[in-house]
């Protein structure tokens, strides 16, 4: 390719799709490169669409985009090997005009979203890895170089939106590889079931869809969590660690995925299915502290490569979008101004996420990473342990007079934590929330 562009995307997921789409829409001249088959095709993820970020992107994306279900309950599951304990929330008011979330399956998504941004102009070659960026000799990156025959491709400015794993930025010494502690490895199976037997099991009329995110002995004392996502004929399921906390144990992901698969609670639901995917992928969970510099002279970094992922509240495709179509409106600015893609005045994107929910909520929760990893023993195994036993204990008539239930449950408490550490972990957790 010998003409120079105005902007060069890598990675066609959804940082690098909202980007693409954003600066093609405003007129730029856009090159995407994705490495996989198609835009989509090594995408993994649970997957919540949140419709908002989407809107801001394309208002009418209902229209025309491939959703699954929009959902309208979301069940909280705190388990033990035998049980869980939930908090279930449910309300016809999403049954709205317009959800606000849906369940989507990632390989076809992207596609969608990626035939967007070259309907509006972008030019989208699949197949293709970035190798390097190439810089001038002042370390501005100035283009890029790909595992396909011919020389540089340049451009004013290189948008990294290589997700999670990508090299590329280490690589340039842009940013450092991501710790162990602050990335979890996750893997998730399809399964698939008839339409009416996923609306029947949880309890769904037409395109209802629920999600259920589970924490607890699940994780054998590592820090991470399962989920179970209802997409229109197919079931979700999936569950993920921190890789330092896989690093040090005997566990594997795929013997906790079946371990979480054929718990009582979780097997009825994915009875008789036929699993037809399984796919592992890394999240990054670091939060604010872990992440990296946002931008630098010709080049701006978007979504999970930049570790904009919010582990506490599992969302992360919304922080991929709006911050590539943040990073794409800065881009648009310094270039209607002729002026040059300096880190200087790329810094706009920096400006305008830290406006943004993305920031502000990463900055709200930039204890939380730590805490969880530190304190996984306790809130992982022992307290799940403690909150079933109280509940049996509750539930179970038995002739034992409450108040000696209360006390006992009490006791189970003080004595597997004391009340120091009680008040401790009280403490710590409210600050980190705060
Ligand atoms: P990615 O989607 O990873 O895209 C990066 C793209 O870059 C890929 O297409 C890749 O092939 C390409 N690429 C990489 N290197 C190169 C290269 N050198 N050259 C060319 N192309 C390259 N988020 C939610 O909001 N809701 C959820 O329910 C949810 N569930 C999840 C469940 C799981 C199991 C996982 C793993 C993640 C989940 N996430 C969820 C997180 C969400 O998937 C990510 O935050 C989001 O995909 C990040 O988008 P991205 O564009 O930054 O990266």
């Known amino acids: 390719i010998d003409e120079k562009f ?15 789409y954003t600066m093609a829409s405003r007129g730029l001249k856009v090159l995407q490169l994705e490495r996989g088959e198609y835009p989509g095709s090594k995408n993994v993820q649970g997957g919540i669409l949140y419709a908002d970020m989407l809107e801001k992107i394309i208002p009418n994306f209902r229209e025309e985009a491939p959703l699954e279900r929009h959902l309208v309950e979301q069940r909280f599951w705190m388990m033990t090997d ?40 972008a030019i989208v070659i699949s197949e293709t890895t970035v190798t390097e960026l190439v810089s001038d000799a002042y370390g501005k990156v100035i283009g890029v170089l790909t595992d396909r025959r011919g020389g540089t491709i340049f451009a004013d400015v290189v948008v990294i939106a290589e997700g999670v794993n990508g090299l590329l930025g280490t690589r340039a010494g842009l940013r450092e590889a991501p710790k162990a502690e602050h990335v979890a490895l996750a893997v998730k199976e399809m399964h698939f079931l008839p339409r009416e037997t996923i609306e029947s099991r949880f309890n769904l009329v037409g395109d209802e869809g629920v999600v259920i995110e589970a924490a607890g002995t ?44 054929s718990h009582p609670s979780i097997k009825p639901l994915l009875e008789g299915s036929e699993v037809k995917e399984y796919a592992a992928h890394l999240i990054p969970e670091g939060g604010y502290k872990a992440i990296p510099e946002l931008v630098g002279d010709g080049w701006v970094v978007v979504g999970d490569a930049a570790q904009l992922n919010n582990a506490i509240h599992r ?11 943040l990073a794409a409106e800065a881009i648009f600015q310094v270039k209607s101004r002729r002026e040059p893609m300096t880190k200087q005045n790329l810094s ?3 400006k305008y996420l830290e406006e943004s929910f993305v920031m502000k909520d990463l900055k709200k929760y930039k204890d939380m990473p730590e805490l969880l990893h530190t304190q996984a023993k306790n809130y992982f195994l022992a307290y799940p342990a403690l909150l079933s036993n109280a ?36 403490v710590r957790l409210a600050r980190a929330w705060r």
């Open 348 to 350: 706009l994107y920096k």
């Open 391 to 426: 509940m049996e204990n509750y539930l179970r008539v038995d002739g034992t007079p409450k108040i000696e239930k209360e006390k006992a449950s009490v006791r189970a408490f003080v004595k597997e934590r004391k009340w120091t550490g009680l008040f401790g972990d009280a």
């Open 315 to 325: 969302e992360g495709s919304n922080l991929a979008m709006t911050s590539g179509r």
């Open 82 to 121: 035998r049980s869980h304990t939930a908090l279930q929330y449910r309300s016809d008011d999403f049954n709205e005009e317009k959800p606000n979330r849906y369940t989507i399956i990632r390989s076809q998504f992207d596609r969608w979203f990626s035939r967007e941004a070259q309907s509006k102009g």
């Open 6 to 20: 105005d902007a060069i995307v890598i990675g066609a997921g959804m940082a690098g799709n909202a980007a693409a």
């Open 218 to 261: 699940i994780s054998k004392g590592m820090t991470g969590m399962g989920f179970v996502y209802t997409n229109k004929e197919s079931v979700s399921v999936g569950l993920g660690c921190l890789v330092s906390d896989f690093a040090g144990a005997s566990e594997t992901p795929y013997g906790l995925l079946e371990a979480f698969k």
